[in-house]
């Protein structure tokens, strides 16, 4: 019986093909004869001549999460063989992005990810976070396959929608698998009734030894102990360039790690912001970090026609070097339309809500402003205001 991560990803050479679709099939509840029909050997045969092919590129750091990922799936009680199922959706690449606006290692889309606890706002999207991203999508396939019972539709409910699978089924009248996928009667989208086999092709090709694959997957398995990462709590608002700097690391390498900041800095949080660094970074990170508030808020400034930076930093009371700094400006040129990150200190920011009968002078005197500071944080060019209308106010 192989188990275990190791076993997965190829670490043993004794298996005999028997026992390795037999542990695949088993895991995904589908019935061995799967992997023996001729439509699966055609599809799998296209994988075969892959097998010098590239799948992982070792050197992105994305892939130091991958042992941390089967971790998580192992300790949820979620099949190991999922992993191939983030493969086929996006490689392990953080970025991904697919054309119907589903994002990361497991290509959730908004609505999925924020139901399952993901932050995705102008900050921070956390569908690009591996190890809270792989979280989520355990809890949704742990949902899924208390919905319909079985691991196999756990996978197809996630590609398809549960809602699609569920018309599928009550149309075939059954849940068997070769009914489901079958290609006349196009019970599922084309995308949906390919779904499985590549997973199980994916997981396949993970134990032929000789692929590059199974290669690739056991380097990432040996890598030494320091090239893994580690999670640290940040307090306060930091930019990542500061933190890089800090600890002695590539600026660059540091946001690979955390592709779910969206603006290269750490947003205000009252109970901290978690952040990776390379475990072998993490003693000296202990002696350089020190709690402490470098800015209480941020904003993002729109730059618009004819403004400039010494206008832009004017407006918010800071140094033009700061904000060229913070936001990787190399010169003093400007495009329209660019979105600039903006510190606004220890000043507190709200939003007001414009209620009837107000002015944007009585706005204005009410929190002790001058009308002109009002217009500049909200990009006014005149007094107008319209009822219901949200006013950033700081102060």
Known sequence: MITGFSLLFGALSTQNDYEVDQYIADSLDIPYSFLKSKRFKRFYKHYQKLKNHSFIDVKRVETYFIPELEKILDAQGVPEIFLFMAMAESNFATHARSNKAAVGIWQFMPKTAK?????????????????????????????LHEMFGKWYLAALAYNAGEGTLQKAIKRAGTDDLKTLLDEKKRYLPKESRLYLFKIVSLAKLSYDFDSKMSQELGYILARSEGNLVVPVKIKGSKTLS?????????????SALNPHLKKGFIPPSKTGTTIYIPRFKYEEFKRWYKPARSYKNFLV???????????????????????????????????????????????????????????????????????????????????????????????
């Open 301 to 395: 400034h729109k730059v618009k026609k004819g403004e400039s930076l010494y206008i832009i930093a004017k407006r918010y009371g800071i140094k033009i070097s700061t904000l060229k700094k913070l936001n990787k400006l190399s010169s003093d040129t400007l495009r329209v339309g660019k979105k600039l990150i903006v510190p606004i200190g220890r000043l507190k920011k709200r939003f007001y809500k414009v209620k009837p009968g107000d002015t944007l002078i009585k706005i204005a005197k009410r929190f002790g402003i001058a009308p002109k500071k009002l217009k500049q944080w909200n990009d006014k060019k005149d007094n107008l205001i319209k009822v219901g209308e949200k006013l950033v106010v700081l102060y």
């Open 242 to 254: 500061a933190i890089a700097s800090g600890i002695k690391l590539k600026r660059s390498y540091l």
């Open 115 to 143: 139901k399952y606890g993901l932050r995705i706002d102008k900050f921070v999207d956390e569908r690009r976070d591996p190890i809270k991203s792989t979280n989520a999508a355990v809890k949704y396939l742990k949902f």
